[in-house]
């Protein structure tokens, strides 16, 4: 969420925005950073933002002195209560408590600073919402520190379904069902959309009136791996079309661990018609117009299981998040040189199934972020 909300502002504004997740080699000096550099603060309220000690650090030092906080709580925010503020003495533990003294920062500071929050008008964020609706709200946080913020003229372009029915060349797939996926393939659309030099757009943005333009049209099918994929059978369906009757090629993106790839004998349960999403076809909206027989979804999910999926962590800093996509870039450039549009797609034996999994990589140091500040 913080990634995607600080992408948006930097749409907007020509000053220098930046993201404490970024920061996580220098912790120490953010409340710091807050208090000498910063001419507001963006704080994103998620359902745990102020049980983080970082997050609690950086509110105090705003609030102490007197730089310009701006709330945006998320539909999964609780209302700050008195029970809340008196129990926070149970928030952390004792070598947290001590870590933020060491800063300045006492519990007292903390329930002043949540306190005064509480009064606060606050910025509503949905994170399923189109992007309009997301662009607007991040117009109304910039004109509420507008004393330090120059608009820029316009939004930067991003992949769209046309009035003509011609889709972008390279199509991003997944759930709908989840806000935070759903804002890691808006990070992924917006920064891949430079990287590849080609439109990138997302296909719940793609109605049932364009979907024969988007298997004519799309080269490439980037499929985010979150479980919904094994079990909303309208979004499945509707990948299926792209690959089986497109041509698409295919580009598997894992973007959390928990991932539960299916078992080897996961396509035959399918053309066996065991599977849920067989059994019941509705699917999800606003995927659930889609259909597809247990034979396509078969051919499709062996595609889908047998390339290697490439990491992409959006909770991570935003170095790492560049170099994971700068290499998904680089693979769908190469595929969409390598495969025309609307080419017969790969006959495939899906008795041979065996899902590949992304090879290990080191895990990314827990984000300071999410939820967390925009100073």
Not at 182 to 209: C, F, K, P, Y
């Amino acid at each position: 969420l913080a990634r995607w909300f600080e992408m948006l502002v930097h749409e907007k504004v020509t000053n220098h925005v930046f993201l404490d997740s970024d920061w996580l080699e220098d912790l120490e000096n953010i409340f710091d950073l807050v208090k000498e550099d910063s001419a507001s603060v963006v704080v994103l309220l998620t359902r745990n933002t102020l049980e983080r000690m970082w997050c609690a650090g950086e509110i105090v030092s705003a609030t102490i002195h007197k730089v310009r906080i701006i709330p945006v709580a998320t539909e999964a925010f609780e209302e700050i209560t008195s029970s809340f503020l008196d129990g926070l003495h149970n928030v952390w533990t004792s070598e947290q408590v001590s870590r933020l003294d060491d800063a300045g920062i006492v519990l007292e500071d903390i329930r002043s600073a949540y306190a005064n929050l509480s009064k606060e008008n606050k910025l509503r964020l949905v994170r399923r919402s189109a992007v309009a609706e997301h662009r607007r709200l991040v117009e109304g946080a910039v004109k509420m520190c507008a004393e330090y913020a120059r608009t820029k003229a316009r939004w930067l372009p991003a992949g769209q379904v046309k009035a003509d029915g011609v889709v972008p060349p390279v199509l991003l797939c997944g759930t709908v069902e989840d806000g935070e996926a759903v804002l890691s393939l808006r990070i992924l659309q917006n920064m891949m959309h430079s990287m590849v030099e080609a439109e990138v757009g997302l296909l719940w943005d793609v109605t049932m009136d364009g979907i024969e333009a988007a298997v004519r049209g799309c080269v490439v099918a980037g499929i985010l791996l979150t479980n919904e994929i094994l079990t909303d059978c309208g979004l499945a369906s509707a990948v299926a079309r792209l690959i089986n009757e497109g041509g698409a090629s295919v580009v598997t993106v894992l973007p959390e661990a928990g991932f539960a790839f299916p078992g080897p004998d996961f396509v035959a349960r399918i053309q066996a018609g065991e599977g849920n999403f067989v059994v019941n076809l509705n699917g999800k909206a606003p995927f659930s117009e889609f259909k597809a027989t247990a034979e396509e979804l078969a051919t499709a999910y062996f595609k889908v299981f047998s390339i290697l999926a490439l990491p992409y962590s959006p909770r991570a800093g935003a170095a790492k998040i560049e170099i994971e996509v700068r290499e998904l870039a680089r693979r769908v450039k190469k595929l969409m040189g390598d495969t025309p549009a609307g080419a017969a797609p790969v006959a495939a034996s899906p008795t041979s199934f065996a899902p590949v999994a992304p090879e290990p990589v080191n895990p990314a140091p827990p984000a300071a972020d999410i939820p967390g500040t925009l100073p």
